[in-house]
């Protein structure tokens, strides 16, 4: 399994842009790299998913490093609702971290 | 927009006793799975489900699980003995392709006392 670093937590104020930033230096060449969010009390929300390109879609972006050993969660504008545990997930049996608590601030 | 279904929201039951959390996947999923998480602890695999079969178990996922999709629309996870420690939010998933994105339940709260 791959083996990823993230950071414990990131304070953002709202509407600001938000990078979350992942390191997954093992990564197998055919995984994909997924995103998933847990609001509080709820399940794991899937975000954004890609394998090298970079991937947009209407929740945010992914940026995906050339030599696929890191990836950036983008959120462009933080809300309120975006205060959540954010998992990057570099392997195809979902494995999840620890994840990166983000705190939004009005 | 189809979702996962899981019942009952909250179950309490006593040690040793067996239990059995329910899960209606998207219809036309083909990818099935369980995870827990212990309260205040990340979420922890426990099994994928494929083709009528288990692809994927982790260490948790020992002889006193089972998972099965009795009728085509369900999938259950059943604990033949509870322990306290098995006191966790259960949650269902699914997904169309080993690839794609996995929709989550809103999980099962199971309470072992």
């Known amino acids: 399994d791959a083996k990823t670093t993230q950071p414990n937590s990131m304070e953002s104020n709202e509407e600001e842009p938000v990078h979350l930033p992942c390191n997954h230096s093992?990564?197998?060449?055919?995984?994909?790299i997924h995103w998933y969010r847990q609001l509080p009390s709820q399940g794991p929300e899937y975000v954004i998913h890609?394998?090298?390109s970079n991937v947009n879609n209407r929740m945010a972006s992914l940026a995906i490093a050339e030599d696929r050993k890191s990836s950036t969660l983008i959120l462009h504008r933080a809300t309120l609702r975006d205060a959540a545990v954010y998992y990057c997930?570099?392997?195809?049996?979902?494995?999840f971290g620890t994840g990166t608590r983000l705190q939004v601030f009005p | 927009e189809p979702e996962v279904t899981q019942t009952p929201s909250h179950q309490v039951t006593q040690m040793g006793q067996e239990v059995i959390l329910r899960c209606v996947p998207i219809?036309?999923?083909?990818?099935f799975y369980w995870y827990r998480q212990i309260l205040g602890q990340k979420v922890e695999f426990l099994v994928s489900?494929?083709?009528?079969?288990?692809?994927?178990k982790s260490e948790i996922f020992d002889d006193q699980f089972s998972v099965e999709r009795p009728d085509g629309s369900n999938f259950t996870l059943k604990i033949r003995s509870t322990k306290l420690e098995d006191s966790a939010m259960y949650f269902c998933?699914?997904?169309?392709?080993?690839?794609?994105?996995?929709?989550f339940g809103n999980g099962t709260r199971l309470t072992v006392t």
């Open positions: 998933a699914s997904r169309t392709e080993s690839r794609s994105d996995l929709h």
């Open positions: 093992t990564i197998s060449g055919t995984d994909y």
């Open positions: 890609g394998l090298t």
């Open positions: 489900f494929y083709n009528n079969e288990i692809s994927e």
């Open positions: 997930i570099p392997d195809g049996k979902l494995i």
């Open positions: 219809s036309n999923h083909l990818y």
